[in-house]
């Protein structure tokens, strides 16, 4: 595999700036450093329309953004769900993303400000991400959404986060998912894996996300080590048979590189459609980084493609 040259100028550019790994810099540090990449992103893409809003959850709030096509609803809805590690994000540092694949896939995106570590451990995450999808569905006339075509959607930490929702939805006799959009997902959160999963170490340092920084997010993120064997931490440990078909995209220099193309495998395995999306010369992040890396942009067209189909076989 060959590095993508944008992608290798942006790290290049970033080394030379003397940026830190994550698991170097402090909590706040890493929550600055995420607004960084809005000036990444690109243009923002005109939509329809935004909403904001304030929602009840457990023991709590989140705000949620839903990003509204132009022209009549009621519109498919994809849950999003941001990355960061668990530990950084929010609905500013991903709005233009938001907003490119509501574009991409002709549909709602409802962003979701899920909770984070380490002030809010594990699992309230996945937790409010579960409450926001219920909200959204139940709430779906009123904000001129479709509850029947629905999906779940995300990156890095936010993939994982999609993944477990739609777990908790089948599981919970939920919302009815129809698809899963996991963006370099975060599917085995377990110690010790190198030796299954060897872009842990291959891709470990040099490609912006480190395996040193997700050791420190985990650490942030879980209450116990023993919180990584749960299928809602590591949802490659868990029942796979049942969920919604998927695409799931991957990045050749990602140290997730491995247990994303695993999970995509083992979702084939337990009898789920599966498009695999591999990425050969990208990085983890690179859909983050439209205004810097254009194979971005090819990405999101063929996400937003798969997801009108799946949209599509629910009308």
Not at 33 to 47: C, H, N, R
Not at 112 to 121: C, D, N, Q, S, T
Request: aromatic share 8%; net charge negative.
């Amino acid at each position: 595999m060959t590095l993508d040259p944008q992608a290798k100028a942006l790290l290049d550019g970033l080394a030379a700036q003397g940026m830190k790994g994550f698991e170097e810099m402090s909590v706040e540090e890493a929550r600055q450093t995420g607004y960084a990449f809005i000036g990444l992103e690109g243009e923002a893409e005109p939509v329809g329309h935004c909403i904001n809003k304030v929602i009840a959850v457990a023991d709590g709030e989140i705000p949620v953004r839903i990003h509204l096509p132009a022209g009549a609803g009621p519109h498919p809805i994809i849950m999003y769900f941001h990355g960061g590690g668990f530990v950084f994000g929010d609905l500013e540092v991903v709005d233009k993303v938001a907003r490119s694949l509501s574009n991409a896939a002709h549909a709602a995106v409802v962003s979701v400000g899920y909770r984070l570590a380490p002030e809010h451990r594990f699992p309230v995450a996945p937790e409010d991400c579960y409450a926001a999808t219920r909200w959204a569905v139940d709430n779906a006339p009123a904000l001129g959404l479709d509850a029947a075509r629905i999906a779940v959607s995300g990156d890095s930490a936010g993939g994982n986060l999609a993944t477990v929702v739609a777990m908790m939805a089948r599981d919970r006799q939920g919302p009815k998912i129809a698809y899963q959009l996991l963006i370099y997902p975060v599917t085995d959160a377990r110690p010790d894996t190198t030796g299954k999963y060897p872009s842990r170490v291959t891709n470990g340092s040099g490609y912006l996300l480190t395996s040193a920084a997700m050791d420190w997010f985990f650490s942030l993120y879980f209450v116990t080590p023993d919180d990584a064997e749960h299928p809602h931490a590591s949802p490659i440990r868990g029942v796979l048979s049942g969920l919604p078909p998927a695409t799931v995209i991957t990045a050749g220099f990602d140290p997730l590189h491995d247990e994303g193309r695993a999970y995509a495998d083992a979702l084939r395995d337990a009898g789920v459609a599966v498009k695999h999306l591999p990425n050969p010369g990208m990085i983890h992040g690179f859909m983050w980084l439209l205004g810097a890396i254009g194979h971005a942009r090819g990405v999101f067209d063929d996400a937003g493609r798969h997801l009108r189909d799946a949209f599509a076989q629910q009308q």
